[in-house]
């Protein structure tokens, strides 16, 4: 059922071995390649058979589903909206990602359409790998939007990575905040030569005391350019912030725009940002402990990844 090329792409999008225990929906090349259900996480295919629905019952805690894509396949871009309905005072881990093995001159590319809707009380950790790889040339692209809306003292965090041969994405997040609730994205990115990613992120906090924490880290190499938006919009008693840090290294290229909108007298919303470069003396103090320039460049860049 997977092949070595497969279950390398799972692994790195998904750490996976191979076929998952409980819950899961794997994707290859824009058709189902397998899946299965728990007694309480149910999947099926949406109405127009553009992806699935998945439903998890009030109350489910400890389970977790994984819905990791996975493309190889010359020329293919795959589109797929998928729905998650996280039950009523549930607990639950949802790990998706896409993995791409390019092999050739022609293009492929995915596009994930997902949307949540977490239920009073419940809690959901979402998280979320892209990852290209291959000898081929053609050009490599992932596209997410991710809609996100919490109810009454709803918890959803989410874990956005872009880990490596990407060569273009755009991200769109988008999140309504009911009374009570908490939302925490940390995004981050790694672009290198020609490649180009832009993160949007619209986060409105719509209900008395939500709160929400957007991170994003990025780190941009070679001739690669990042560019990150985020607008946190507050129309109650709430706090929202936003923290983007951003290292650049060779000739890579950054834009950062956080944006604050306070609709409400009682709003505590703060911002903070930074765009540098690696430090010298960090480089010096791990060079001394006898890595060479590369490995101290890379012990770097993944600790402020982490």
């Known amino acids: 059922m997977l092949d070595a090329l497969d279950k390398g792409l799972l692994k790195a999008v998904a750490d996976l071995e191979g076929i998952p225990k409980g ?4 994707r290859k090349n824009g058709k189902l390649l397998s899946r299965a259900k728990s007694a309480n996480i149910d999947i099926e295919g949406n109405a127009d058979g553009t992806g699935i629905v998945v439903t998890i019952a009030p109350g489910t805690r400890g389970e977790s589903v994984h819905i990791p894509v996975i493309l190889s396949q010359a020329g293919l871009y795959d589109v797929v909206t998928n729905t998650f309905v996280v039950g009523a005072g549930a607990d639950v ?9 390019c092999g050739g001159e022609a293009p492929e ?6 949307e949540f809707r977490v239920e009073k009380g419940a809690r959901v950790r979402y998280v979320e790998k892209h990852y290209a790889t291959g000898p081929g040339r053609g050009k490599r692209t992932l596209n ?7 109810a009454e003292k709803a918890q959803a965090e989410m ?3 872009q880990i490596g041969g990407v060569d273009e994405a755009n991200r769109l997040n988008e999140a309504t905040l009911g009374a009570g609730s908490m939302l925490l994205i940390t995004e981050r990115v790694l672009t290198d030569g020609n490649q180009r990613a832009v993160s949007r992120n619209e986060i409105l906090m719509a209900g008395e005391g939500s709160r929400s924490n957007m991170v994003s880290r990025s780190v941009i190499k070679g001739d ?3 560019n990150f938006y985020a607008t946190l919009v507050a129309r109650a008693r709430c706090f929202g912030h936003i923290e983007c840090d951003a290292i650049i290294m060779d000739g890579g290229t950054n834009e950062t725009i956080p944006s604050l909108k306070a609709e409400h007298p009682d709003a505590e919303l ?7 470069k690696i430090a010298s003396d960090q480089l010096t103090k791990l060079m001394s402990l ?7 460049v890379n012990r770097i860049i993944q600790g402020f990844l982490k």
């Open 290 to 296: 006898g890595l060479t320039y590369e490995e101290a």
């Open 159 to 161: 874990e956005l990575t």
């Open 23 to 26: 819950a899961y929906n794997i």
């Open 144 to 150: 997410p939007t991710t809609k996100v809306f919490l």
């Open 224 to 226: 690669s350019r990042q």
């Open 270 to 276: 703060t911002h903070e940002a930074s765009i540098g």
């Open 109 to 114: 590319g995915h596009e994930g359409i997902h």
């Open 93 to 101: 881990t949802i790990v998706a990602g896409c993995g791409i093995h």
